[in-house]
C-alpha cells in the first residue's frame, strides 16, 4: 500500500513523539512492503511566531491533499498564560477539525496488564478495563457564538448541536460497539440541557436500528464518577464535545499516565490520528516525553486503512517494552530509558518480532536491541 502522510509536529514535546511514531510507520513499510511518504508542515504557537497564524495555508492544503494525517501537540505558556490573546495556537486545531470534516473523535482507553501497579486506581478497580470513547468533535459550545462585552465584564458561549451532526458520530458508536461487548452508554446532561435532550432523543431513535446493541444514559457528573467507581461497566461512550473533552482526560489514569493514550480523529473523507496529551513543555528537547501514545496513534491511521496485522504488530512490541520495562520515567521514575531508546526498541521489535531475547547492552547504548 502507499500512504502520503502529513506530519504536523506542533509545539512541545509534539516534534520529539512524533518523530517516533514516524519510525515506527518507517520500520512498519519496511517490514510489510508498504511505501509511506512523509511530508511535514507547522501549526501551532510555532506557525503563530512565524506567519502570525496557527493554521498556514500550506497546513490545511497539505492536510487536504493527503491520505492521513499525523499530528503532535498543540500549545505554548506564552499564550496558555495570557488570556487577553486574540491568536492562539489551539485555534489552529480546531479549525483543522473544521477544515477536514472531523466530526468523530476516537479515544480507547485500556488498562496494560504490565501497568496496573501505575496507576493511582486499586488494581481491582481497573483490571481487565477496556473502552472506546467516541466525543462529536465539530459542535458544541466549542465551536458556538462567543461574546464578550466591550467592558469586559461579560462573556457566554453558546452550546448548538444539530440532528445531522448527532446522528453521523451515534452511528459510528454502535456500529463499533457490535465488534465489541455490545453496549453503548450515552453520557450527556439531560435533567438540565436542551441540547442533552437532542442528543438522548436522536440516540434513542438509532438504537432501534441496532437492536444487540444495549443503550445506557448518564449524566456527566455521574459519568465522571463511575469511570474512577467502576470503569468495567463501560464498552463504549458516546458523547458530545466538551464532555468527551474532560471524561477521556479523566480516563487516562487509569493506564497510569496521558502518554499512554492515542486518539483518531475521523470525517467522511479525512483522518488525523494524535497523542491526547498536551504539548508538556516542561518535558521539551529533554528525551523524557512518553512516545508510546504517539506510537499508538499510527497504529490506529493503519487499523484506519485495514491493515490490521501491522497495527497488530505495533501493539505487540509496544506491550512488549512495558513487560521488558523499556519506558520513558513518567511509567519509571528510574527509567534509564528516553523517548528516542523506547521508540528504538519498538521500532526493532516491529522488525525482528520472531526474536524473543534482547540485548541490554545494546539497548543502554542506543543500538540495536534485537538478538
Avoid at 506557525?47 to 492536510?63: M, R, S, V
Amino acid at each position: 500500500m502507499i500512504l502520503n502522510i502529513a506530519v504536523l509536529p506542533g509545539d512541545g514535546i509534539g516534534p520529539e513523539v512524533t518523530r517516533q511514531a514516524v519510525k515506527i510507520l518507517k520500520a512498519v513499510g519496511e517490514t510489510y512492503n508498504h511505501t509511506f511518504n512523509f511530508h511535514e508542515e507547522i501549526i501551532g504557537a510555532v506557525a503563530i511566531d512565524k506567519f502570525g497564524n496557527p493554521l498556514p495555508d500550506k497546513t490545511i492544503e497539505l492536510c487536504l491533499k493527503s491520505d492521513a494525517v499525523l499530528f503532535g501537540a498543540i500549545g505554548d505558556p506564552k499564550y496558555d498564560n495570557d488570556p487577553t490573546a486574540k491568536v492562539r495556537p489551539e485555534q489552529g486545531l480546531l479549525k483543522l477539525r473544521k477544515s477536514l470534516g472531523l466530526y468523530a473523535n476516537i479515544r480507547p482507553i485500556k488498562a496494560y496488564p504490565t501497568l496496573l501497579e501505575k496507576s493511582p486506581l486499586k488494581k481491582d478497580r481497573i483490571e481487565g478495563v477496556d473502552f472506546i470513547i467516541f466525543r462529536e468533535l465539530t459542535g458544541g459550545i466549542y465551536f458556538g457564538e462567543k461574546i464578550l462585552s466591550d467592558d469586559g465584564s461579560y462573556a457566554s458561549d453558546l452550546c448548538e448541536y444539530s440532528e445531522i451532526e448527532i446522528e453521523r458520530i451515534a452511528h459510528l458508536a454502535f456500529k463499533t460497539a457490535r465488534k465489541r461487548k455490545k453496549k453503548v452508554t450515552l453520557v450527556d446532561k439531560a435533567n438540565v440541557l436542551e441540547t442533552s435532550r437532542l442528543w438522548r432523543k436522536i440516540t434513542t431513535h438509532i438504537a432501534k436500528s441496532y437492536p444487540d446493541i444495549q443503550l445506557d444514559f448518564l449524566f456527566i457528573d455521574n459519568a465522571a464518577m463511575q469511570l474512577i467507581l467502576n470503569p468495567g461497566q463501560f464498552d463504549v461512550i458516546l458523547t458530545e464535545n466538551m464532555f468527551g473533552d474532560i471524561i477521556s482526560d479523566e480516563g487516562s489514569v487509569i493506564g497510569g499516565s496521558i502518554g499512554l493514550l492515542a486518539s483518531a480523529s475521523i470525517g467522511d473523507e479525512n483522518a488525523l490520528f494524535e497523542p491526547i496529551h498536551g504539548s508538556y513543555p516542561q518535558a521539551k528537547n529533554k528525551d523524557i516525553a512518553n512516545p508510546i501514545a504517539s506510537i499508538l496513534s499510527a497504529a490506529m491511521l493503519l487499523e484506519h486503512f485495514k491493515l490490521y496485522e501491522e497495527a497488530k504488530a505495533v501493539t505487540k512490541a509496544i506491550e512488549r517494552s512495558l513487560e521488558l520495562n523499556i519506558v520513558t520515567p513518567d511509567l519509571n521514575v528510574e527509567s534509564k530509558y528516553g523517548t528516542k531508546k523506547v521508540g528504538n526498541f519498538i521500532a526493532d521489535y516491529i522488525a525482528n518480532s520472531d526474536d524473543i531475547n534482547y540485548n541490554q547492552e545494546n539497548i543502554d547504548f542506543g543500538q540495536s536491541t534485537i538478538i
